[in-house]
């Protein structure tokens, strides 16, 4: 049986990554942060003893190590990297912009996927699929940046592309994968309601896209439909 980590797995995106690994026969590690106020998830972990829900905030790294260690004898093939933050809009535009909030959004979008990836990459080597994948944002590219604005999203996103790349590079030796996956416009709280696509569809491409998945990919950044997208 095969194994997925997933962050934010409470709503929107998370939420439908473990139903469909799930679905799909995997085991699923299902980090969230209040997982006593996770009713969908606790209702996902009935119907799927495969699934288990796991307290995990990510501005705590001390809680990432806890949690690396407490599941120190689990491999873990695919770890998701998904939670994210956008940062309070009406504070996301020159004149008022709030720089606490910005280093909160960087820390939770950019820093904890690398902690993360740190923290976990024992479990992740000693796996099968030996795949680490960050939720990014096509926010996150300079070349698609046509409308401004949102400093604070696309600085993280950004940010986070840069280190994926790196560990993508620093980690092939290793035999681990890093993908940088862009989910599309997602109908969740994040995304709104005007989104075209629903969280089924983007992560059912993403899936196929993980399936797809050699060593030679590392590091590309790619779309739910797997096209390469510009940095
Ligand atoms: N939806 C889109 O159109 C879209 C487009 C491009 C990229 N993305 C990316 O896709 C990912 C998932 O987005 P989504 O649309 O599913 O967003 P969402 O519905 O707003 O869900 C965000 C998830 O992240 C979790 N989270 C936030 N801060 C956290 C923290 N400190 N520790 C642990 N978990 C935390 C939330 O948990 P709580 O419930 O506890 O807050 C929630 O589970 C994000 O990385 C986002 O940037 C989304």
New binding site residues.
């Given amino acids: 049986m095969a194994t997925a980590l997933v962050?934010?797995?409470?709503?929107?995106?998370?939420?439908?990554f473990c139903r469909q690994y799930a679905d799909a026969g995997w085991k699923v590690l299902a980090?969230?942060?209040?997982p006593e106020?996770?009713s969908d998830l606790q209702g996902l972990a009935i119907h799927h003893p495969s699934v288990s829900i796991h307290q995990?905030?990510?501005?705590?790294f001390d809680q990432i190590d806890a949690l690396a260690h407490a599941q120190a004898s689990e491999t873990i093939d695919v770890l998701i990297?998904?939670?994210?933050?956008?940062g309070d809009s009406g504070r996301n535009v020159l004149g008022a912009l709030d720089y606490e909030l910005w280093a909160?959004v960087l820390?939770?979008?950019a820093e904890?996927p690398v902690k993360m990836t740190e923290a976990f990459l024992p479990h992740v080597s000693r796996s099968e699929r030996k795949l680490v994948v960050a939720?990014?944002?096509?926010?996150g590219s300079m070349a698609d940046n046509s409308s401004g604005g949102a400093i604070m999203?696309r600085t993280?996103?950004a940010a986070l592309n840069a280190a994926m790349k790196s560990l993508a590079i620093d980690l092939k030796p290793r035999g681990v994968g890093v993908m940088i996956l862009?989910?599309?416009?997602?109908?969740?709280?994040?995304?709104?309601s005007n989104?075209p696509?629903s969280?089924a569809e983007?992560v059912a491409g993403m899936r196929r896209t993980i399936e797809g998945f050699a060593l030679r990919d590392s590091g590309r950044f790619l779309d739910f439909r797997g096209r390469e997208l510009p940095w």
């Fill in positions: 962050t934010g797995s409470n709503r929107g995106i998370g939420l439908e980090c969230c942060r209040r106020q996770a995990l905030d990510l501005g705590n990297n998904n939670a994210g933050i956008y909160r820390k939770i979008n904890a939720i990014t944002s096509l926010m999203y993280s996103k862009h989910p599309g416009w997602v109908k969740t709280d994040m995304g709104g989104a696509t969280p983007s």
